[in-house]
């Protein structure tokens, strides 16, 4: 079955600076591939995803890309700002399939 | 229009009693899921339904857990005898038929057991 491995495990960084997130995943077949961000105590939300045939998408200050044929994606929030401290999941799947989730990147934001 | 609702949001139980879960997904969805999370730990899928219908329950213990998405209602996570170890936040999720795939959580239920 499908895994995920997603890195850092958690990651500072200081306001206005980027911040780089990192996931693998194994099943060629995965065509789906979201990123969710959960604040304490809340639900996921999702804040971008992107589908297999593209290799680039980008919401504001929010992008991911994927890598095919390394079979990896990444996310990266640019000018970071305190309100997007929180942890970070990225998830594979075949599309109305169960999520598949990476164990989560807690990311800091200092002020 | 209503996102995905869970309910009770907050559920005490003490050891080998009943734990009943509920979730009502996104109007014009027929698809959910349960997903278990343990504190400070990612999400795992335990159980996909459409209407009447599990369509992949490999997630779910084979004892003491068991789902449902009847007909008319909410899904249902059923938990019988629960111990302490089934402590942890429950969500739902659920995307729509067709080809749309985006899965949309709902706040989620946190179970304690005492």
């Known amino acids: 079955g499908e895994n995920v491995e997603q890195h850092p495990s958690t990651l500072s960084v200081q306001e206005g600076d980027s911040a780089v997130i990192k996931c693998t995943y194994s099943?060629?077949?995965?065509?789906?591939f979201p990123w969710y961000k959960q604040e304490l105590g809340k639900r996921p939300q999702l804040i971008i995803d992107?589908?297999?045939?593209?290799g680039e998408k980008k919401d504001q200050r929010i992008a991911v890309t994927l890598n095919k044929t390394a079979k990896h994606f990444s996310l990266h929030i640019t000018e970071t700002q305190p309100e997007d401290s929180a942890v970070y999941f990225c998830?594979?799947?075949?599309?109305?399939?169960?999520?598949?989730f990476g164990k989560g990147t807690r990311l800091s934001v200092i002020a | 229009n209503a996102g995905v609702m869970q309910n009770p949001r907050h559920l005490v139980r003490r050891r080998g009693q009943e734990a009943r879960l509920r979730c009502s997904p996104m109007k014009g969805h027929s698809h959910v899921y349960w997903y278990r999370q343990l504190p400070e730990e990612g999400l795992k899928f335990m159980v996909y339904?459409?209407?009447?219908?599990?369509?992949?329950e490999s997630g779910m213990p084979k004892e003491r857990f068991s789902a449902e998405f009847p007909k008319e209602g909410p899904s249902i996570l059923r938990i019988q005898q629960v111990v302490r170890g089934d402590s942890a936040a429950y969500f739902c999720a659920s995307s729509g038929t067709g080809t749309t795939d985006t899965q949309y959580f709902g706040p989620g239920t946190r179970l304690t057991v005492l």
């Open positions: 992107i589908r297999s045939n593209v």
């Open positions: 339904l459409q209407k009447e219908n599990i369509i992949d």
């Open positions: 099943d060629s077949a995965s065509n789906y």
């Open positions: 998830a594979a799947s075949r599309g109305n399939t169960p999520l598949v």
